[in-house]
């Protein structure tokens, strides 16, 4: 009995803090049309600057010269802009720390430029646990959360656009992102209208630059200490 608590307590894991992205850290997704089993584009997609708006993502194809689209999340990878869609305040995909059977609710307003819409999101979220996956780019321990939102716009009817949406993520705190995410998208009525996924195939972190070494010390000699009567200067470097 001791032992095989002892044994659980080594498998325990701490909570996931917030992700610290940095400046070229990057991720490359294979899309997959689940309702078909086709694959599609794969997309990588990287920090290209990080301020006080959140994270800025550029989204990159295999031999196109420039970013196909841009994306914005949190300081902690929640969505804000993603593809035409305006998140405010972000999708609460994730609320760190995580850990399991952690949960939270939240509302977000999102707009769609290009279609003249708006909605509001009411979202759900939840920890489930930690889970050992793999996926092209590798095996991880991941946490699997689910976070579920009903979206619902001033229309009614088949052209309202309302639903429910279903992400299903596992999120690896050492990659700052998730390695897997199956999407469900349903109807006003609850018929399934998407069912897409995304796995990870491969990632990359930019160190930071090591800091130039220090020139050794020189070796110290003996002065002659400085006249009392003169007084220190201010540094203006301050």
């Known amino acids: 009995m001791f032992?095989?608590?002892?044994?659980?307590?080594?498998?325990?894991?701490?909570?996931?803090?917030?992700?610290?992205?940095?400046?070229?850290d990057n991720w490359t997704y294979q899309y997959t049309?689940?309702?078909?089993?086709?694959k599609g584009n794969i997309s990588r997609l990287?920090?290209?600057?990080?301020?006080?708006?959140?994270?800025?993502?550029d989204i990159l194809r295999p031999g196109a010269p420039a970013p196909v689209g841009k994306?914005?999340?949190?300081?902690d990878m929640n969505p804000i802009d993603r593809g035409s869609?305006?998140?405010?305040?972000s999708f609460a995909r994730y609320a760190f720390p995580l850990t399991p059977g952690k949960e939270w609710t939240s509302e977000a307003v999102a707009d769609n430029v290009k279609l003249g819409k708006q909605w509001r999101y009411d979202i759900k979220g939840k920890v489930l646990d930690w889970e050992k996956i793999k996926v092209p780019?590798?095996?991880?321990h991941a946490l699997k959360v689910i976070v579920e939102a009903d979206y619902r716009g001033k229309d009614t009817g088949p052209d309202s656009g309302n639903g429910n949406l279903v992400e299903t993520v596992w999120f690896v705190p050492e990659l700052n992102n998730f390695v897997k995410l199956d999407y469900r998208d349903s109807d006003w009525q609850g018929r399934t209208v998407n069912r897409d996924g995304w796995e990870l195939l491969s990632y990359g972190h930019k160190a930071a630059s090591p800091a130039a070494p220090m020139p050794p010390a020189a070796p110290a000699t003996p002065s002659a200490p400085a006249p009392v009567?003169?007084?220190?200067?201010a540094s203006t470097s301050r």
């Open 71 to 75: 994306q914005l999340f949190s300081a």
């Open 85 to 89: 869609m305006h998140f405010a305040p």
């Open 33 to 38: 049309d689940a309702r078909t089993g086709v």
């Open 3 to 24: 032992s095989g608590t002892c044994a659980l307590a080594a498998e325990q894991r701490p909570p996931a803090a917030a992700p610290t992205p940095a400046v070229g």
């Open 46 to 57: 990287e920090v290209s600057a990080i301020d006080t708006t959140g994270v800025h993502v």
């Open 137 to 140: 780019a590798g095996e991880f």
């Open 229 to 233: 009567a003169t007084p220190p200067v």
